[in-house]
């Protein structure tokens, strides 16, 4: 079964828009990850938050974790065309050497 | 300079064949694995391998079977292609499992006739 699922599936903003998509997951986790996906293109690491942090920036994403209710966002301010993409998160269990992702979230930014 | 790559990026062929993916990482990582997304965009692990050791073998048919002859690759051979095999296949690579961030490969398109 799924470990992640991103909320909303899909988001449509404009240009210097914030953008924010959540991710909910079942078990306890020692770390989660955000990924980026261009159409065509493999997927790219964003960031990633570990269980004993809440919050985390990198430029202009800021990553929250909420362990107690399981879930995370990933909040992208003043959002461009570029950032147009679909994102999923990713959740380290610690029960096996894997990463189980989410079911993403495609972001759509217009001029 | 690509850090993982995999060939070839579009695989076109009849069910039943055979085909192989090859997936190369210059990275110096111990790591790597096969996921597969589906056209829902679902990303879900096959395989992965650490130091040439396979470490992780998810609910994949038999028909498919990796090969790592050493850290730097990991090839993915597939027989008696289906027509549910169509996916996207990404082949990723880490420092060390599970936990370290994933660097992927642009993945190979695979249509099954």
């Known amino acids: 079964s799924q470990q992640g699922e991103e909320d909303p599936q899909a988001l449509s903003i404009q240009e210097g828009e914030n953008a924010t998509m959540n991710c909910s997951y079942k078990t306890s986790i020692n770390n989660l990850q955000w990924y980026r996906q261009n159409s065509g293109r493999g997927l790219v690491h964003l960031i990633l938050?570990?269980?004993?942090?809440r919050e985390k920036h990198s430029g202009r994403l800021r990553v929250t974790l909420d362990t107690s209710k399981k879930s995370s966002s990933l909040l992208i301010t003043a959002s461009r065309a570029a950032d147009t993409a679909s994102y999923f998160c990713a959740t380290d269990t610690g029960t096996a050497s894997k990463l189980t992702f989410g079911t993403g979230t495609r972001l759509q930014v217009t001029l | 300079d690509t850090a993982v790559s995999q060939t070839p990026k579009y695989l076109v062929t009849q069910m039943g064949n055979d085909k192989s993916i090859k997936c190369e990482q210059n990275?110096?990582?111990?790591?790597m694995y096969w996921y597969k997304q589906d056209s829902k965009k679902f990303l879900k692990i096959m395989f992965s391998?650490?130091?040439?050791?396979?470490?992780i073998n998810e609910t994949v048919p038999n028909r498919f079977s990796p090969k790592s002859p050493d850290k730097a690759h990991l090839n993915l051979h597939i027989n008696s292609l289906e027509l549910g095999d169509s996916a996207v296949y990404f082949c990723?690579?880490?420092?060390?499992?599970?936990?370290?961030?994933?660097?992927f490969g642009s993945g190979t398109q695979l249509s099954v006739l």
């Open positions: 990723a690579s880490s420092q060390a499992p599970g936990r370290e961030k994933l660097f």
């Open positions: 990275l110096g990582h111990d790591t």
């Open positions: 938050i570990r269980s004993n942090e």
């Open positions: 391998y650490n130091n040439k050791e396979l470490i």
